[in-house]
């Protein structure tokens, strides 16, 4: 089995430590970072997510599936980021109130990390005001808000209604699985993007 098969199926496992092993060995291989994310742990994840739909798998294996996941993806971060790069703008990120799904949401927070963006995270289950406060406060350049439920996208309109009503200079970015270009239209939110490098190069669009 090719070391990236393998850190892909310690993942589905949920076995962390054993992604960290791997992970830093593939790195020290000379495997790139992006390959590690894009040919291992987000297929991954993908496999668990076709699993727990079908009822193969349940909350408590997706869970330790996704701790392994983030294990695995933090030991990438220094090289997803450029060094020594000045701030560019600053983002306020988090997961809408009622979702506690944070994976993507951590990804997207490194690659604008990556990009020189200061980013203020605000975790999961983040309340329209916490969003538009937190901006407010910070002079935040972008409000990135991320929803993986189709009940909780919704709130999304609520975080750019507030910011309108405040007159907020931030554009709010949406995006997450069920999230599309249509939903962002009907919401009147500034940006949409499906993946976590093209949300890197859209906030940064939106930063003077
Ligand atoms: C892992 C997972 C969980 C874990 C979450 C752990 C964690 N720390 O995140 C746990 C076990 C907790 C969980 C719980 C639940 N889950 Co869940 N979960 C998943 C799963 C398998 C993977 C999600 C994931 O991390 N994907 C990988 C990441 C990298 O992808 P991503 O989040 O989409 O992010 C990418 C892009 O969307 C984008 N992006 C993300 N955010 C943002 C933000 C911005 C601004 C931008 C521009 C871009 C962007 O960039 C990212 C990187 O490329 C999905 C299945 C799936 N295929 O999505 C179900 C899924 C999302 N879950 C689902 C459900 C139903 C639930 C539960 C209700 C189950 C239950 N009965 O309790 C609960 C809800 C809990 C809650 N209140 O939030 C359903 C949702 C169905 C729906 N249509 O609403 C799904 C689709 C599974 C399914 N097919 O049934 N879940």
Partial sequence: MSILNEISDAMQRGRAASVKELVNKALSEGISAKS???DALLPG????????????IYVPEVLIAARAMNAGSEL???????????????????????????IGKNLVRMMMEGKGLKVIDLGVDVSADKFVT???????????????????????????IKAKEVNLRAKVIVGGAPVTESF?????????????????????????
């Fill in 76 to 102: 990438l971060k220094p090289y997803l980021t450029e060094e020594g790069v000045e701030e560019k703008g600053t983002v306020i990120i988090g997961t809408v109130k009622g979702d506690l799904h944070d």
């Fill in 45 to 56: 994840m993908d496999i668990i997510g076709v699993k727990f739909k079908n009822n193969h």
């Fill in 134 to 160: 937190a901006a407010s406060e910070n002079d935040a350049d972008v409000i990135a808000c991320s929803a993986l439920l189709t009940t909780t996208m919704n709130e999304m309109k609520n975080i750019v």
């Fill in 184 to 208: 962002r239209e009907s919401i009147g939110a500034d940006g949409y993007s499906q993946d976590a490098a093209t949300a890197a190069e859209l906030a940064l669009s939106f930063c003077n």
């Fill in 36 to 38: 590690i994310l894009e």
